[in-house]
C-alpha cells in the first residue's frame, strides 16, 4: 500500500536521458495489496498533463522487464501473449523457458479513462502489446528513443518470443486530444501464479475484487462462489441498488451464474443484451421472488438455442422500483 510521485522533467532525468523530449507529465502511482490475496498487487497510475499545450493520440503504456528464473544469472524465459479476447482478460504475461520455475507473471489491465468520467466507467482492453528481446535491435528488441517507444504503443511490434531475456509494453488508449492540466488513469493488476492456470486464477480474482470496488467480499456464500469468475460491473440504473449482485462461472464454459439479493418480496424482470444494446435473451419474465438469494443460470445461448460469440455482455435486473445493470463476460 504505497504512493509515490515522478515526474519526465526533472533535471536529473534530462542528464540520464538526454535524447528525450520532456512531455511535461506528472505521475502519481498507488499499489494495493490484501493479506488474504498474496498472488496480485493492483496499481492505479494517474497521469496529469502539466505543459502548457494539447496532445494528439495519447497512449499510456506499461513497460515491463520480469525476469523468471532460478538464478539471479538466470534471464531466459519465454514471453508469450495470452489473449482469451483482448476485452475480457487483456493480460500478457512471461514464464521460464527452461521450465525449474513452473510460475507465471502477468500484466492484467483493468481499466483506463479520464478523470471525471462517470465513476463505474471502466474499459479493460489494451490497444498494443509490444514485445522484445534484449539481444536484438528494434523493433525485436527495446526501443531506444521516443519515437521507438511510442510506436510499440501505436502498435503491436516483436517477432521474437524466446526463449531469450524478453521484456514487453502493454498500452491503452489513443486519447484523441490529453488537454493541459488533464489526468489520465490506467489501472492494472500484477499477477503470480504456479503455472497458467494458477496465474489465471490470479488474474480473474483480481478483476473480481477490482469490478467490487477493491472490497473483499465478505459474504460467505459469495466468497466460495469459484475464484475463475466474472467482471461484475455494478451500476444503478435507477433507484436503490439491489444489494449483493454478483455475477460467477467458468470462464471458458457457461453456464454463467447472476447472482442476487432481494431485501423483500418482489417482481423480477431480467434480461441480456449485446454491446450494441439488442436484447438476446429474457431470463426473467415477471417471476414473483421471495426476500433473501436468487440465481439464475446462463447457458451462453440466445433465446433460440443458438450460441453466442464471446465478448462483453450487459444485463439488466429490474426487481420492483430498483433497476441494476452491470457487464459479464463470456468466454469459450
Not at 424482470?269 to 417471476?287: C, E, I
Amino acid at each position: 500500500m504505497f504512493t509515490c510521485e515522478y515526474d519526465d522533467h526533472q533535471p536529473e532525468a534530462l542528464e540520464s536521458h538526454p535524447e528525450h523530449v520532456p512531455l511535461q507529465v506528472d505521475i502519481v502511482q498507488q499499489s494495493y495489496g490484501w493479506s488474504q490475496q498474496r498472488d496480485f498487487y493492483i496499481y492505479r497510475f494517474e497521469v496529469t498533463h502539466a505543459g502548457a499545450e494539447a496532445y494528439q493520440d495519447a497512449y499510456l503504456g506499461l513497460f515491463m522487464d520480469p525476469d523468471v528464473g532460478s538464478q539471479p544469472e538466470d534471464d531466459e524465459f519465454d514471453h508469450q501473449v495470452f489473449r482469451v479476447n483482448r476485452r475480457t482478460l487483456p493480460i500478457a504475461y512471461a514464464h521460464d523457458a527452461v521450465g525449474e520455475v513452473p510460475g507465471c507473471v502477468g500484466s492484467l489491465i483493468l481499466g483506463f479513462g479520464r478523470s471525471g468520467e462517470t465513476p463505474g466507467v471502466r474499459r479493460p482492453a489494451w490497444h498494443a502489446v509490444s514485445h522484445f528481446a534484449s539481444a536484438y535491435a528494434f523493433p525485436d528488441g527495446d526501443p531506444v528513443n521516443d519515437a521507438q517507444r511510442y510506436a510499440s504503443m501505436e502498435e503491436s511490434l516483436g517477432s521474437i518470443y524466446g526463449p531469450a531475456d524478453m521484456r514487453y509494453v502493454v498500452s491503452v488508449g489513443p486519447f484523441p486530444r490529453f488537454e493541459a492540466g488533464e489526468t489520465l488513469w490506467f489501472d492494472v493488476a500484477f499477477v503470480i501464479g504456479h503455472g497458467l492456470e494458477g496465474m489465471l486464477d490470479a488474474a480473474w480474482r483480481a478483476w473480481r475484487l477490482y469490478a467490487n470496488d477493491l472490497v473483499e467480499a465478505r459474504d460467505s456464500d459469495l466468497a466460495r462462489a469459484p475464484a475463475a469468475a466474472e467482471w461484475a460491473g455494478r451500476q444503478a440504473v435507477g433507484g436503490a441498488p439491489v444489494g449483493g449482485l454478483r455475477v460467477w462461472g467458468h470462464p471458458a464454459s457457461p453456464p454463467l451464474r447472476i447472482q442476487y439479493r432481494l431485501p423483500e418480496l418482489r417482481t423480477v424482470h431480467l434480461n441480456l443484451y449485446d454491446p450494441a444494446g439488442r436484447r438476446v435473451r429474457r431470463l426473467l419474465q415477471g417471476a414473483e421472488q421471495p426476500a433473501g438469494m436468487h440465481s439464475v443460470v446462463w447457458d451462453g445461448a440466445d433465446a433460440r438455442g443458438r450460441r453466442l460469440p464471446p465478448g462483453v455482455y450487459l444485463y439488466r435486473l429490474r426487481a420492483g422500483a430498483d433497476d441494476l445493470a452491470g457487464r459479464l463476460m463470456l468466454l469459450r
